[in-house]
């Protein structure tokens, strides 16, 4: 009951944010919740099954551009909808290729996407088009963008929380512990690893379209490796096999790298590192893990309804 | 670091407001003009951001507070305090840190970060909350369809440095020194707009180049371009560089034993540890706009003062500029105060003598500066075009790699 009240009160300081907080603030907490979409659409993939992606600056990346190129010419919500169904869609295709491969090959492979993206594009546009770069003028209102990425944070959770308690979401945890195993059980595992991987695209892919009005000027430079370790990073931090684990390692993270940054110009990094070291070290099971075991928790995932 | 950092600064401007009293004026109340700015500490845009740009903030406001701060119209002198934070190289940093810096510090001015995607992202920003913002760093076609207008950029942009190029380049074959040009560009938007100049500005110069050839943003061996180059009897490489790429050009031409009678380069080449690094990079030409000699009032003397300061020369293209800007806010400041629309409107108005000779804008570019080809001689890296603002002659063939 208090945790439905501080849940209803918690949404409603959310909606409310824009009115109340300066144009800084607001900013910073658009950027957090970006950075929850992220975290969440990532941990309800790779947390249960296992699969470390490090794809999420591809799927960021490909929302973002898209954004550019399409600029003013389409009204607002659809560059964001464009940028799921091209998150999804890239998915789509590199799930089918690359999810048979296991532990460190699926991760590097991952990773590559990213730059072979960048690469493909920095390609067409020089060759194609003749320029690299979009400038993105006339972008929506503050209040739109954080009212659209609020949605994707809130919509990600949701999912996420729909996820864990379906069978799919089961068929996933089934994978994540043996993949053969969850196979000869007579779970089809392709569909459900490359469904949900693109799931998870998807909410990456319209996360980056949300943003990218906010820069102004985009470049292949969009595609950023740095956005997928920094999403890994915050679920982890969270502890990414629980919904609540990937939301407070990003607004922890969020808010820690803010005010290090703020306060300390040269040692910032430093103070970031070392933090990370002692949540690592001190709480294997990440920032959530430690409210479940202040609160006996019987097991991490509710039990299957009959 | 930083706590340590703002005591000194306080205690500079206790010395300093001690000093006034003394003088016999009330400098003890001035209020520190208040001015933000990020520039990036790390990521790939420090290196830039270290050389053209922080030196010369820090460099200007050691000169005003010694003075007393900067002159104020209708207040005296105040003190200047900088408020900056590392944007990590990421636009998104750096756009939230402009928006605080106008609606949470409330900041008296603003100074922009490096590069040009970076004054693209927070440019909006500045125009939104009517901070005049003058970018020593940003260079693209684009910025005219950016339509802000409170953003003005400072350095030639892309057809102006290809104008002067083809200028040269005719010359030279002009004189039978060159017949065969040759271009490597870097396939990002800079590369792209360069090159794009830059077979326009051959066409108009009658010229036409024999091989184009690009290459990705942190390439790491460019010897099979140059090779190429090289088997088809190139004599003038053209490379629109950045900084990396073209170091490593410039080595590598001297590993395929490579020595064209003309080598000009876009950027890096007129940075001093370029010269360093490649022992004098005697006959080595690129992008140029400024040198200690050239005629602009106190040129030396803002050379000896970087000098002085920092321990290390500045470059001989942006630096000059990034400075410049900071003369023209000063200039404003002390004429209309620090309201900001009537900055503004000076700046639109004026053409103000700086360190870097003349400089008046029109829609928020710089039309008082042309663009202007560099050679290094003896140390210094000469304008040896246009004529008219040259402090020495072309020397072509240039000499062998030492």
Not at chain 1, 124 to 132: M, N, R
Not at chain 1, 249 to 257: D, I, N
Not at chain 2, 113 to 127: E, H
Not at chain 2, 157 to 177: C, H, S, T, V
């Amino acid at each position: 009951m208090a945790g439905k009240l501080a849940l209803v009160l918690l949404l409603m300081a959310l909606i409310a944010a824009p009115e109340i907080l300066s144009p800084y603030h607001r900013s910073l907490a658009l950027a957090i919740l970006a950075d929850v979409a992220l975290a969440v659409s990532w941990a309800f993939f790779s947390g249960p099954s296992r699969y470390l992606s490090l794809a999420t600056g591809a799927f960021f990346g490909a929302g973002a551009y898209l954004t550019a190129i399409v600029g003013a010419r389409v009204p607002w919500p659809l560059p964001v909808l464009g940028g799921a169904l091209m998150g999804c869609a890239m998915a789509l295709v590199v799930g089918a290729l690359a999810l048979r491969l296991r532990g460190p090959y699926f991760a590097v492979f991952t990773f590559g996407l990213a730059e072979l993206a960048k690469h493909t594009l920095i390609w067409y546009e020089t060759g194609v088009t003749g320029t690299v770069g979009r400038l993105l003028l006339a972008p929506p209102g503050p209040w739109t963008l954080y009212y659209t990425v609020l949605c994707l944070a809130g919509l990600a959770v949701v999912t996420a929380l729909l996820l864990r308690r379906s069978r799919w979401g089961y068929a996933l945890v089934g994978i994540g512990a043996d993949e053969e195993r969850a196979e000869t059980l007579g779970i089809d595992t392709t569909r459900v690893k490359v469904g949900t991987f693109a799931l998870s695209a998807a909410f990456m892919g319209a996360v980056g379209a949300a943003m990218a009005p906010r820069w102004t000027y985009l470049d292949p430079q969009v595609f950023n490796p740095f956005v997928s370790f920094q999403t890994v990073i915050m679920a982890l931090l969270g502890g990414a096999t629980t919904v609540a684990g990937p939301i407070v390692g990003a607004v922890f993270l969020g808010l820690a790298s803010e005010i290090l940054l703020l306060k300390f110009r040269y040692f910032y990094m430093l103070g970031l590192g070392l933090t990370l070291i002692v949540v690592v070290l001190a709480l294997p099971s990440g920032l959530a893990g430690l409210a479940s075991r202040l609160r006996p928790s019987p097991s991490p995932l509710p039990r299957p309804q009959p | 670091m930083s706590m340590k950092r703002r005591e000194f600064l306080k205690t500079t401007a206790g010395a300093a407001a001690a000093l006034g009293t003394l003088r016999g004026r009330a400098w003890g109340q001035a209020k520190p003009v208040r001015i933000g700015y990020t520039l990036s500490a790390t990521g790939p845009y420090s290196v830039g951001a270290g050389i053209t740009q922080g030196p010369n903030y820090t460099l200007w406001q050691a000169q005003a507070n010694a003075k007393g701060g900067l002159l104020v119209k209708g207040q005296g002198r105040r003190p200047i305090e900088f408020i900056s934070i590392d944007d990590r190289s990421e636009h998104e940093t750096a756009v939230r840190f402009y928006e605080k810096l106008a609606t949470d510090d409330r900041v008296d001015l603003m100074l922009p970060p490096w590069g040009t995607a970076m004054n693209f992202a927070v440019a909006p920003v500045a125009n939104k909350y009517g901070y005049p913002l003058l970018g020593p760093t940003a260079v693209s076609n684009k910025i005219k369809d950016l339509q802000l207008p409170y953003f003005y950029a400072l350095l030639q942009q892309p057809d102006q440095i290809m104008g002067a190029f083809a200028g040269i380049l005719k010359e030279l074959k002009a004189q039978g020194k060159i017949s065969k040009i040759a271009i490597a560009y870097v396939n990002d938007l800079f590369g792209i707009e360069l090159n794009a100049s830059a077979a326009t500005a051959l066409k108009e110069a009658g010229l036409e180049a024999v091989d184009v050839k690009s290459y990705p943003l942190g390439v790491k061996d460019l010897s099979p371009v140059l090779k190429g180059f090289k088997a088809a009897g190139v004599d003038a490489f053209v490379g629109l560089t950045y900084p990396p790429d073209n170091i490593l050009a410039t080595s590598q031409a001297k590993e395929v034993d490579w020595n064209p009678p003309v080598w000009l380069a876009a950027v890096g080449t007129a940075f001093p540890f370029y010269r360093d690094r490649f022992k004098g990079a005697e006959g080595v030409m690129g992008i140029a706009g400024w040198n200690p000699k050239v005629k602009s009032a106190g040129a030396k003397e803002y050379f000896d003062a970087h000098v002085k300061k920092h321990q290390k020369e500045p470059d001989r293209w942006a630096s000059a500029f990034a400075y410049a800007s900071l003369q023209i806010l000063e200039r404003c400041v002390a004429e209309v105060g620090l309201d900001r629309p009537k900055i503004k409107a000076m700046v639109d108005s004026t053409e103000f003598q700086t360190v870097a000779g003349p400089i008046r804008f029109v829609k928020g570019s710089n039309v008082s500066t042309p663009g202007m080809v560099g050679q290094w001689q003896k140390g210094e890296f000469e304008i040896v075009w246009p004529k008219g603002l040259a402090t020495g002659t072309p020397v072509v063939p240039k000499p062998a790699w030492a």
